[in-house]
């Protein structure tokens, strides 16, 4: 009955959902897309004019909005779609990002991995999607571009590299002592402590080894996905709706498979519920601890925002919204052991942790073919390459990725057709490490 | 049907958009209210917790979130609630606002209108509900308080404050000649042409001289102001809906009664068709022009925001929230003649247009008792006093009061329990008017 509604009148939250926290099942079936160009939305004319025609108008309640092209415009205006809670960056004067752009950057070639057709950096722009890109090397701005509905002062999803951003927290929050990385989650949310997520330790959350029955195959719909989804839609419940209301009524019906600890296994619920430990830990929710501990001392631009649930919880799992300029601060701040013109804002030890990484033989258990010998470590993706690299990494193509080596930092917001960032990793993957080659071995004069 | 579907189904819709506008009905029939400190919302514990408790959650749908002592909580997280649109601030560094904080300022005594019984001016702050209250004295911040919800680093509802930004933005495209103030609405927005407005001209628009058969009696069930708030609701309609989905249909729907050009009526609608014409001439909506415009060159700290009707049309008619200092910061701009730093961001004649105010007797006619001999220009309320203020006005006693003789600007957030500013103008006006002669009378050593 709750599948059953769900899917009939809310068809548009399935699809957001599922993309956020990482669909594969589109990429099967996807047919052939139209290019960037041709799908560029202030082209398409999305939500342009007053009012808009009524063929362009996109609607969370319909679900319209977040198909693909109008997902291009859309990954930019959550916000005019539903409801959301600041992230504030406080009151200061942001932090510089001096520019010193490079020409050269847009003719770097390299290779990907299924074409084998090799491909320039620019290409590699459109490939994927992009709506925005930015490189810092050394700290400074190299590359910067920005497409479809995505400006400079403007905000876009962050999807699961939400993921990331929160995992940042929580192991702050672990190193300054507030959360015991070692105790059941039960510790921190009695409410969990029949659910799954029980007898899992902090750190199994923060590194997604816990074993859970919880499926994100978007192909079955009888999948736990679709349940979660409902639960942390905004909108008012139809009358005769039976399910879990929030995210963390959602989060106690999880029930285990298998034994924690063993194996990765990439599944959106664990960062809400790390979510739920943050928020308990520290009497905030983690909008407001993101913005406290973090967001508030990087110097950013603009605030970032996450959407929320009918009871303004913000979504951990997915819901983060930021200007690509800040992302690049969250990133270059990292990069630096964790300080921002040399204040410390993470402490170094989260940074040393993350770039460790974990059990890469419990990573090889999820399977992933492009990824082979990394692993996942506080909810960052950690490729274990010869740069050091790590990655926070959403559908549809959102990144961060560090590479200590080469010193560079680059992040990119997209709205790629398919969810899956395996439609996009033959491309990325192949045009990082280049440009981090490359960076490294041609330093600006 | 629309009206009993209305009033059933969507009774927070109601309250808010009442209160949004202008609701007079409540003062008359208001019960006794918790004071300020028995109301407070940290104290109440709204929307605390993970999860809050639940008698505790508030939820646009229901309309919980905007009845009193909870709507305290909710002026200052409309954005948690519904969908919104950001006022870009850019990305500049904010321009400071110096402090030199006076401690004489709370020992200020007055008079209020009503009771006759002298008062404090720290006094006034409970006794109208004040969430935040800052004052400018020469370009100096000399007073600055929050309480309730509001924190320096969040926004507040502007309520009707935002017709008076709304009037600014209008005045400064009519002052650039992108907009004839003479012609009328049809010219600009043909949809208009059978309705109220197509042959009202832009100026009577701007000064609200509309003759319109259009009612904001919230007592009265067949008012035209719910089926205003019905077509701007931005949460789905039920399937049997047959109104207006949206404020542009809502518009075209207004009738005129009388003469246009007379008389001074305070209707919400002429902000709203204001707001369509900005549209219409510029190619962007009020909140994308007031960024251009004007947010983005204040120096301001933090982007502003408006909420939306379900096709992301901005509020124009009372969906501003902004921060307190940066309200500030657009007062001291127009009592500065528009400059910012010495830029100019507003015209001079614009400023100039506003301070001369408008006929008042035709403002006269409204019968408005507390505020005889004032005018109503370009969505501002001018008082024609011997210090020549101005006033932006929104119920719950939103404020921003220009002194241009003091060289004072005093802005004010508030969640006074009666919407009607009727309610608390016996505290304010005087209360406003003491502080402006006091600082004349005493500046800073």
Same mark, same amino acid.
């Given at each position: 009955m709750l599948k059953t509604y769900f899917r009939r009148a809310q068809p548009g939250l399935c699809l957001l959902f599922a993309a956020l926290i990482g669909a594969t099942a589109f990429a099967e079936t996807a047919p052939v897309f139209p290019d960037a160009d041709a799908s560029d939305p202030a082209k398409l004319g999305?939500?342009? $004019? %007053?009012?808009?025609p009524a063929d362009r108008i996109l609607r969370f309640e319909d679900?319209?909005?977040?198909?693909f092209p109008a997902l291009r415009w859309s990954v930019s205006h959550f916000r005019q779609l539903m409801p959301t809670t600041n992230v504030s960056r406080g009151l200061e004067s942001p932090v510089a990002l001096p520019a010193a752009l490079r020409s050269d950057i847009d003719r770097l070639r390299f290779t990907p991995l299924d074409t084998k057709t090799p491909m320039s950096w620019e290409q590699s722009l459109a490939a994927t999607y992009t709506d925005g890109i930015l490189v810092l090397h050394r700290g400074k701005v190299v590359y910067e571009r920005y497409f479809g509905?995505?400006?400079?002062?403007g905000q876009h999803a962050a999807m699961s590299v939400t993921k990331s951003v929160i995992g940042t927290l929580g192991a702050t929050l672990v190193a300054e002592g507030l959360?015991?990385?070692?105790?059941?989650v039960k510790d921190y949310?009695? &409410?969990? =402590?029949?659910?799954?997520? $029980?007898? =899992?330790?902090v750190r199994q959350v923060l590194d997604m080894t816990t074993a859970l029955d919880?499926? &994100?195959?978007? $192909?079955?719909?009888? %999948? %736990?996905v679709w349940a979660h989804a409902q639960a942390g839609n905004p909108l008012p419940k139809p009358a005769d709706y039976q399910g879990p209301r929030t995210y963390y009524e959602f989060l106690q019906s999880v029930q285990p498979e298998g034994e924690h600890g063993s194996a990765f296994a990439y599944k959106t619920v664990n960062t809400d519920v790390l979510g739920w430990v943050i928020a308990r830990a520290t009497g905030h929710n983690v909008a407001q601890v993101l913005s406290e501990r973090i967001w508030s001392r990087l110097g950013a631009e603009q605030d970032a925002y996450f959407t929320v649930d009918s009871? $303004?919880?913000?979504? %951990?799992g997915g819901g983060l919204n930021t200007g690509l300029r800040d992302l690049a601060r969250f990133g270059e701040m990292l990069r630096n052991d964790g300080r921002v013109n040399g204040r410390q804002?993470?402490? =170094?030890s989260v940074v040393e942790d993350i770039r460790r990484g974990a059990d890469k033989a419990a990573f090889a258990k999820a399977g992933y073919s492009l990824l082979k010998g990394w692993s996942y470590r506080d909810m960052w993706w950690v490729t274990h390459n010869d740069h050091g690299a790590y990655m926070a990494r959403g559908v549809h193509g959102q990144r961060i990725y560090i590479d200590p080596k080469a010193e560079m930092v680059i992040v990119r917001y997209a709205s790629h057709p398919? =969810?899956?960032n395996s439609a996009n990793d033959p491309v990325t993957l192949p045009a990082f490490e280049a440009l981090g080659k490359f960076l490294l071995e041609h330093p600006q004069k």
């Open positions: 999305w939500m342009i $004019g %007053a009012p808009p679900g319209s909005y977040f198909r509905s995505l400006k400079p002062q959360i015991d990385v070692n105790r059941p949310v009695p &409410e969990l =402590a029949k659910s799954a997520f $029980g007898n =899992a330790s919880y499926s &994100e195959d978007y $192909g079955d719909p009888n %999948a %736990a009871i $303004g919880t913000p979504f %951990a804002v993470v402490p =170094a398919v =969810a899956s």
